[in-house]
């Protein structure tokens, strides 16, 4: 390039960074300005703003003023196009409130003044939300639709608004009498904490209404005239969402009370303190469904007025700013059907450890109950359990069996004790020695012969175990459920001791009472049963087969397998054959084998399978019970966690159950 050239484009650089000076008006300014105010207002922190005719800290005093019914949201604010006027200048606000579902939207105009060198933002606080006066600020109120029911088998509502009592200590209406005597003596009227009641009523303001307890009106035996005669007393008739008592389906349904911290900080501003929210359960696991939007008003009005005046005017003088009508929630639609929960959950009232009775429909898979029993303290055991199913997974290793080319009359060696690689598995304490030696394998299965099925480790391999289980719908997901639940557990592979221990449903094979119950009512429908127990889960459901982050009581943790990912369904689901080869050697339980007691239940005939699984490290070992049946289109599984032999604690409630059910 020459040197005439290179002078030239000098000369033209210079000419064009003079004309791009001479052309800067200050708009560049007045923009910084403008985005430093939408900054500011969307962190609600206008104390480093340059104001025009307010100091900034009164201005960020009144900006927390205006919007303090609105904490903890903040809103979204851009600056739009900026217009310049000489030394003025002015910007659209573009505001985003999210309160709750609702988006409150409105554009305000803000106005600049130079200074000197400096843009100024010019005070008004009609920047703040719309027509805002200096004496006014912004108010919120919101109103909860009715929370919808939710539903059982037929629609019958099992969890709807049902006629409570508030009990509680009425401040203004104690008069000269002591709080804490009142206190005290109201705990010890309705059974709460005494210490804690009084220290409650105590802290409460003079004309605090301070509950105790919420008593149900149907069955209540705490009188209106036992609380009256307590100075301050009163019992406040209302409703709220309950089933039909207080224990039914409890784990499974959850409950509906006052958010958490811990809920409040999860909703992200959906929730606020006193809100009623879903806790546990399906309530929680589908609280927006049931619990629609609330209705929201935003209004402006003088920071002095108070609620008197508000009562007493013939015309609101408030202004609204924005509404939202209320959305009612969706009745959640289940399976459950009420008679068979109540009978579960009756069947288990006097049982000592944790326990469980599952009832499906195979032909639907429809979950009919799902009961815990009183020592699951409130754990989901039925659904959510982790435990070694022992002998009835002898389901499983038969189907594995048939598909290896035996049958029930094919001969299998039962004998007293078999040892592997050094460990030796022996069969339940009272086997009987007729059922010893060359049997057959329905024979086995009847007898429950730990050593036969032992014996077969070599020709059934750990992988086929698991295919076997995800064939009968064990282990696998459940994308119709609709709920929190664990399908099992089946490793699919294993060696030596392990193993041996797979096959009688030992070592690393884990089971839910949900699981087993599917595993049997497969073998009545010829199929893999899909379960179900939500029927419109519209607002989504985490995946099925999980735990879902619920945490297992301590007795539980005493396990030493872990519980495998489930695997999608199988590609060679259980067929009307296999299963009928099945239900064979399930009714010789009944017919020939330990679980005789089932043979006088009415109806179709009964097949069964009991089990016993050993855990921990005690000498001897605690045991898990088991049974499963089919009954019909019937299929139960009944779980008792330390409950000894499963024909011989496990199997009664069965016999109970199905004779009750009918």
């Not at 019992?235 to 309950?242: D, E, H, N």
């Amino acid at each position: 390039m020459g040197k005439s050239t290179k002078l030239s484009l000098a000369i033209a650089g210079l000419i064009l960074g003079t004309s791009l000076v001479a052309c800067d008006d200050g708009k560049s300014g007045a923009e910084a300005a403008a985005q430093q105010l939408a900054g500011a207002v969307s962190a609600l922190d206008v104390g480093s703003v340059a104001f025009e005719g307010k100091d900034a800290a009164a201005a960020n005093d009144q900006l927390h003023q205006v919007f303090a019914a609105l904490d903890p949201q903040k809103p979204e604010v851009q600056a739009g196009a900026l217009t310049l006027d000489g030394d003025k200048a002015s910007a659209p606000l573009n505001y985003t409130w999210k309160l709750g579902d609702a988006e409150w939207k409105y554009t305000i105009g803000a106005n600049f003044k130079k200074s000197g060198d400096k843009w100024l933002t010019v005070w008004d606080p009609a920047i703040l939300a719309p027509g805002l006066a200096d004496s006014e600020i912004v108010t919120k109120g919101s109103q909860s639709p009715q929370r919808a029911d939710i539903l059982g088998a037929g629609d019958v509502p099992l969890v709807t608004y049902r006629p409570v009592v508030n009990v509680g200590i009425d401040k203004p209406q104690l008069g000269a009498a002591d709080p804490a005597d009142s206190a005290g003596k109201l705990a010890a009227l309705v059974g709460v904490d005494p210490a804690a009641y009084v220290q409650q009523v105590k802290a409460a303001g003079a004309q605090a209404f301070v509950p105790a307890i919420t008593l149900r009106e149907e069955g209540r035996t705490i009188s209106d005239e036992q609380i009256a005669a307590i100075p301050g007393a009163r019992g406040i008739p209302a409703s709220t969402p309950l089933a039909p008592s207080r224990t039914f389906a409890r784990a499974v349904l959850g409950s509906v009370g006052e958010a958490t911290a811990e809920q409040i900080d999860a909703s992200k501003g959906v929730l606020t303190a006193g809100d009623v929210t879903g806790i546990g359960g399906l309530q929680q696991q589908y609280d927006e469904q049931l619990r629609g939007s609330d209705a929201v008003v935003i209004r402006a009005q003088r920071a002095d007025l108070t609620r008197e005046q508000i009562q007493s005017a013939g015309t609101d003088p408030r202004r609204v700013l924005f509404q939202v009508a209320p959305k009612p929630g969706t009745p959640l639609k289940t399976t459950l059907d009420p008679r068979l929960q109540s009978l579960a959950e009756t069947t288990l009232e006097k049982v000592g450890p944790a326990s469980a009775i599952v009832a499906l429909r195979p032909s639907t898979g429809a979950v009919l109950a799902a009961a815990s029993g009183p020592g699951s303290n409130g754990y989901n055991t039925a659904m959510l359990g982790q435990y070694a199913p022992g002998s009835i997974f002898k389901m499983v290793d038969s189907l594995a069996m048939f598909r290896n080319g035996m049958t029930p009359d094919s001969t299998v060696q039962c004998t007293p004790t078999l040892a592997v690689d050094g460990r030796t598995f022996k069969n339940s304490e009272g086997y009987p020695e007729t059922s010893l030696g060359a049997v057959t394998l329905r024979d086995a299965f009847a007898h429950s012969c730990n050593t036969a099925f032992i014996s077969q480790r070599d020709a059934v391999s750990q992988g086929q175990l698991e295919a076997a289980a995800t064939s009968m719908g064990v282990a696998v997901e459940a994308p119709k459920l609709g709920a929190e639940a664990f399908l099992g557990s089946v490793p699919g592979q294993a060696q030596g001791t392990e193993h041996a221990a797979s096959m009688i449903g030992q070592g690393k094979v884990l089971l839910s009472p949900l699981a087993a119950a599917i595993m049997a009512g497969s073998v009545a429908k010829g199929a893999p049963v899909s379960a179900q127990l939500v029927l419109n889960p519209d607002a989504g459901a985490p995946a099925a087969g999980t735990t879902a982050g619920s945490t297992a009581p301590a007795a539980e943790a005493t396990a030493t397998a872990t519980a495998e990912a489930p695997s999608t369904a199988s590609d060679k689901p259980i067929t009307a054959a296999e299963a009928a080869l099945l239900a064979d050697m399930m009714r010789a339980v009944v017919t020939s084998g330990h679980a005789g007691f089932l043979s006088s239940v009415p109806g179709a005939p009964v097949g069964a399978k009991t089990g016993t699984a050993e855990f921990g490290t005690e000498n001897p070992p605690k045991t898990h019970a088991w049974i499963v049946a089919v009954h019909g289109d019937l299929s139960v599984a009944v779980f008792v966690e330390d409950g000894g032999l499963g024909a011989t604690t496990s199997g009664p409630l069965l016999k109970q159950f199905l004779t009750a059910a009918g």
